[in-house]
């Protein structure tokens, strides 16, 4: 998966991106009337192609990976959620039990995901330096 972002600090070999969060009415957010606001990240990356403060970047992660991690934060505490609930309520017979202790399995697997995140989030690098309009490779760099 590629995405776009802007350098906004640099450290030794180390670039801070400033990546956007893509809305649900795609780019077309200027034209929608539905109030959202597509809120961004910065993350540290690798900057392994000498990208400066202020140049439009490239990124790109494995899908496979990014597909992985969006398995475990969607999909791990609904499964933990309703697995704790029946196996509660099985031996239980207990419908209030039952929800408390589901209730705990999501939250346990929340803090799950948050330890784990380190490891079982995508490697992302950045794979190019675009011009100013977000195309192709910027000569001004020298590449």
């Known amino acids: 998966m590629n995405q776009k972002g802007t350098v ?3 450290e030794q070999n180390k670039a801070l ?18 109030g959202c606001q597509s809120k961004g990240h910065n993350v540290w990356l690798e900057n392994a192609i000498g990208a400066e403060v202020g140049d439009r970047v490239l990124l790109s992660a494995p899908t496979s990976a990014v597909l992985l991690g969006s ?3 969607y999909l791990l505490p ?4 309703f697995t704790g609930y029946g196996i509660t309520y099985s031996v239980a017979q207990n419908t209030g039990l039952a929800i408390v202790v589901s209730l705990l399995c999501l939250v346990g697997s929340m803090l799950l995901i948050h330890l784990l995140d380190k490891k079982i989030a995508p490697k992302t690098e950045i794979i190019e330096i675009l011009n100013p309009d977000g195309s192709g490779k910027d000569d001004s760099h020298g590449f």
């Not at 991106?17 to 539905?34: I, K, L, M, Q, T």
């Not at 609904?78 to 959620?81: E, L, P, V, Y």
Request: positive net charge; proline residues 4%.
């Open 8 to 10: 906004i600090k640099t």
């Open 17 to 34: 991106v400033a990546v956007p969060r893509a809305s649900a009415c795609g780019e077309h957010c200027a034209s929608c009337s539905g």
């Open 71 to 73: 398995f475990f934060v």
């Open 78 to 81: 609904i499964f933990f959620f």
